[in-house]
C-alpha cells in the first residue's frame, strides 16, 4: 500500500458532477454525471438546472468513487474542490459538501482551481510534470497560452482569448449549423466527413501588427462571423449548407491557430514540452495535429485521455494530491467561491 495521500475530488463548476479518488499520481476512481442533457433544449447550460442537478448527484458521485476506489471515507487524507472559475450556484453545492466532509472526518480540504485541474490532471496519466513547459488551456470558458514553471506548481499566462473561448466557438458554429449542444463533439465528429480545405476561413490574430500586439492571445469571434456568413450566403442562395466540409474548415482554423502560436510560445520560451488541456482538448484533429506538429518542431507533448479532458473530478484530486505531497496546509473553512479566478491562484485561502 502507497503511503501517500489519498484525496478525494470534487468538481461542480459548470455540468458535471465530478468526484475523483487520487492517491500520488495515481487514478483510484472517477465518477462522473452529467446534467447535460438537461441544457440541450436551451442551447446552453442554464445554471438553475445545474445547481438542482448537483444537488441530486453529489451524494451518489462520492459513494460511487468510494466504491470504485474500493476505500472508506475514513480512509481519505484529504479533500479538494473547485472554488472557481465557474457558475456561482454549481460552485456552492461542491464547495458545501466538501466542506461538509472535511467537518465530519478531521481531514483538510484544499479550495482550488478549475483551471489548474485541466493541466495538473495529466499527472495522472503521464507522470509528474516536467520543470518547464507551456500549456494550451482550451476550454468552454477559457483559451490560454501559460508558462507552467517549477513542475506545474506555478502557472504565467503569456495570452488569452480576447473575446470567445475555443469552446465557445465550436459551440456557437455547432449551433449555426444545426447541431446538438454542446456542440464541440459533434462538430469533431461531423467533421470526420468532410474537407478541411475546402473553405479557407480566418485565422485570428497571427499576421501583421497583430502577430506584435497579441503574439500569443487569441480570437475566434472574426472566424464564427465568417462561418455564419457564409451559411446565410448559401441559404440566401438556396444551396445546400455543406455541413461537412464547414465543420472541418472551421475546425481545421481554430486547430491551425491554436497549435501555431503554441508551438511560437515553446520557441518564445525555449520549453520542449507543450501540455494541452480542457474539454477542447478532447478534440481528434486537435489531438492528431498536436502529434503530428509537435514531432516535426522537437517539442514533446502531452495531453490526457479525453475523458479526462472534459470537466471531472479526478483533475481536481490530482491538484489537491499535489499540493498534500507539497505539505501545502488546507484552506482555511470559511474559504469562498469565486466565479472569476485566473491561474496565478491555485489554492485559496490557505495562509490564515
Ligand atoms: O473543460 P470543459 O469540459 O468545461 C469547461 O470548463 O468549460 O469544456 C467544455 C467545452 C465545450 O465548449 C465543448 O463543446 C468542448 O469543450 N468540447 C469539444 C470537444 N469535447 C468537448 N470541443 C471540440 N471537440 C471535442 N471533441
Ligand atoms: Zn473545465
Known amino acids: 500500500m502507497s503511503s501517500e495521500p489519498l484525496v478525494l475530488g470534487i ?27 438537461e441544457h440541450a433544449r436551451f442551447g446552453g447550460v442554464v445554471p438553475e438546472v445545474a445547481s438542482r442537478a448537483h444537488l441530486e448527484a453529489i451524494v451518489p458521485m462520492i459513494e460511487r468513487a468510494l466504491s470504485i476506489a474500493g476505500v472508506q471515507l475514513q480512509d481519505i487524507d484529504a479533500f479538494a474542490v473547485t472554488c472557481g472559475p465557474g457558475l456561482s450556484g454549481a460552485l456552492l453545492v461542491g464547495t ?37 513547459a507551456v500549456g494550451l488551456l482550451v476550454s468552454g470558458g477559457h483559451s490560454s497560452l501559460l508558462v507552467l514553471g517549477d513542475h506545474g506548481s506555478q502557472f504565467t499566462s503569456l495570452g488569452s482569448t480576447l473575446d470567445d473561448a475555443a469552446g465557445e466557438a465550436f459551440d456557437k458554429v455547432a449551433r449555426l449549423l444545426g447541431l446538438p449542444f454542446p456542440g464541440g463533439p459533434w462538430i469533431d465528429r461531423t467533421a470526420v466527413a468532410g474537407d478541411p ?28 462571423t465568417s462561418v455564419a456568413r457564409w451559411v446565410a450566403n448559401c441559404q440566401r442562395e438556396g444551396v445546400k449548407v455543406p455541413v461537412a466540409d464547414v465543420a472541418a474548415s472551421f475546425q481545421e482554423a481554430v486547430v491551425d491557430v491554436l497549435l501555431r502560436k503554441a508551438l511560437d510560445a515553446c520557441e518564445h520560451t525555449g520549453a520542449d514540452h507543450l501540455i494541452l488541456g480542457g474539454g477542447v482538448a478532447a478534440n481528434s484533429r486537435l489531438r492528431a495535429q498536436a502529434t503530428q506538429r509537435c514531432a516535426g518542431a522537437g517539442v514533446i507533448v502531452r495531453v490526457p485521455s479525453p475523458a479526462l479532458c472534459t470537466d471531472n473530478g479526478a483533475m481536481i484530486a490530482a491538484v489537491g494530491s499535489k499540493l498534500a505531497r507539497a505539505g501545502v496546509r488546507g484552506s482555511d473553512l470559511a474559504f469562498p467561491t469565486t466565479s472569476v479566478l485566473d491561474l496565478s491562484t491555485t489554492v485559496v485561502s490557505n495562509d490564515v
Open 11 to 37: 468538481e461542480t463548476s459548470c455540468d458535471e458532477t465530478g468526484v475523483g479518488i487520487v492517491q500520488g499520481t495515481r487514478l483510484l476512481a472517477d465518477a462522473v454525471a452529467s446534467s447535460v442533457d
Open 197 to 224: 480545405r475546402a473553405i479557407a476561413f480566418p485565422r485570428g490574430l497571427t499576421a501583421g501588427h497583430d502577430m506584435v500586439e497579441h503574439r500569443f492571445d487569441f480570437s475566434f469571434s472574426g472566424l464564427k
Open 96 to 132: 458545501a459538501a466538501a466542506k461538509a466532509l472535511s467537518v465530519a472526518t478531521g481531514k483538510p480540504v484544499y479550495a482550488v482551481n478549475h483551471l489548474t485541474g485541466h493541466v495538473v490532471v495529466d499527472e495522472l496519466e503521464h507522470g509528474l510534470l516536467p520543470s518547464t
